[in-house]
């Protein structure tokens, strides 16, 4: 269900702006109170508010007579006075996004934004900023999208981790894939979650190693032993603070050379 809404008040209004001036409109305006409190009053010149107040820290209104709404962020006021009213309303609201698919539940349509969400029931799915969202052949069997993810390999799952997690085909595939780099650690790098996908000792906290996955497909060695992966702005140590280099890559092509 959708939580948010937008409250549209409609009507002959005084609009007072208070901070470091003052200043007083009076029309026929139509006042938007956002659901992150962000408040703006438009009339029918362009496209910019009359006035407005951005992420206000409250908003109050009161109908018992004519309809009057309070905004305030620190040192600013933004009060709007209906003399005459023509509507007030509350409308059900979420973020826009590029459409991606349907949802299974509802039927409304999954946009992206911010993660995948549905305009209907509201669901949400957490989505990592670089994943591509496959086409609607390749839906899960729960009905929901896939999406594409590289962490080391492309890997295919379901938009609900729930259903088919990335963190469990990341695991699968390189846990304990990799030695630690720590000299005189014998341990193996294990696939965790610390906020992010890392690979990590698993000799912790006895030996403290661990590194962010990238975003890419593994694609060589580099001259430390770790992987090397192809992301998009070129090849790249799993540390990236390494500075050995690749050392498969340039005995290839030493081999050439010869």
Same mark, same amino acid.
């Given at each position: 269900?959708?939580?948010?809404?937008?409250?549209?008040? *409609?009507?002959?209004?005084?609009?007072? /702006?208070?901070?470091?001036?003052?200043?007083?409109? !009076?029309? !026929?305006?139509? +006042?938007?109170?956002?659901?992150?409190?962000?408040?703006?009053?438009?009339?029918?010149?362009?496209? #910019?508010?009359?006035?407005?107040?951005?992420?206000?820290?409250? %908003?109050?209104?009161? @109908?018992?007579?004519?309809?009057?709404?309070? $905004?305030?962020?620190?040192? =600013?006021?933004?009060?709007?006075?209906?003399?005459? #009213?023509?509507?007030? $309303?509350?409308?059900?609201?979420?973020?826009?996004? +590029?459409? %991606?698919? #349907?949802?299974?539940?509802?039927?409304?349509?999954?946009?992206?934004?911010?993660?995948?969400?549905?305009?209907?029931?509201?669901?949400?799915?957490?989505?990592?900023?670089?994943?591509?969202? !496959? &086409?609607? =052949?390749?839906?899960?069997?729960?009905?929901?999208?896939?999406?594409?993810?590289? @962490?080391?390999?492309?890997?295919?799952?379901?938009?609900?981790?729930?259903?088919?997690?990335?963190? *469990?085909? %990341?695991?699968?595939?390189?846990?304990?894939?990799?030695?630690?780099?720590?000299?005189?650690?014998?341990?193996?790098? @294990?696939?965790?979650?610390?906020?992010?996908?890392?690979?990590?000792?698993?000799?912790?906290?006895?030996?403290? +190693?661990?590194? *962010?996955?990238?975003?890419? %497909?593994?694609?060589?060695?580099?001259?430390?032993?770790?992987? +090397?992966?192809?992301?998009?702005?070129?090849?790249?140590?799993?540390? $990236?603070?390494?500075?050995?280099?690749?050392?498969?890559?340039? &005995?290839?092509?030493? /081999? $050439?050379?010869?």
């Amino acid at each position: 269900m959708i939580d948010d809404a937008i409250r549209v008040l *409609a009507g002959d209004c005084t609009v007072i /702006a208070e901070g470091t001036d003052r200043e007083e409109y !009076r029309g !026929r305006v139509t +006042t938007i109170v956002k659901p992150d409190n962000s408040v703006l009053v438009h009339d029918t010149d362009g496209y #910019q508010p009359v006035a407005w107040l951005t992420r206000a820290d409250s %908003v109050s209104s009161d @109908r018992a007579n004519d309809f009057t709404l309070v $905004a305030k962020k620190g040192t =600013q006021t933004l009060r709007i006075a209906a003399h005459e #009213q023509d509507g007030f $309303a509350h409308y059900p609201a979420s973020t826009a996004g +590029t459409p %991606v698919g #349907q949802c299974p539940d509802c039927g409304s349509a999954l946009v992206r934004s911010k993660g995948v969400h549905c305009v209907g029931c509201g669901d949400r799915y957490g989505v990592p900023a670089d994943a591509t969202i !496959r &086409e609607e =052949q390749c839906n899960c069997d729960c009905g929901l999208p896939r999406m594409r993810v590289e @962490r080391g390999l492309a890997f295919d799952v379901c938009l609900d981790r729930g259903c088919e997690s990335l963190d *469990a085909a %990341v695991r699968e595939a390189f846990d304990r894939e990799w030695d630690c780099p720590e000299p005189g650690c014998e341990g193996d790098l @294990r696939i965790l979650r610390r906020g992010g996908l890392i690979a990590g000792c698993e000799h912790y906290p006895d030996c403290d +190693t661990g590194f *962010a996955v990238p975003a890419g %497909v593994v694609d060589g060695e580099c001259g430390c032993g770790l992987p +090397t992966f192809e992301t998009r702005s070129g090849s790249r140590c799993l540390d $990236a603070t390494c500075e050995k280099g690749i050392a498969k890559p340039l &005995e290839a092509e030493s /081999a $050439a050379d010869d």
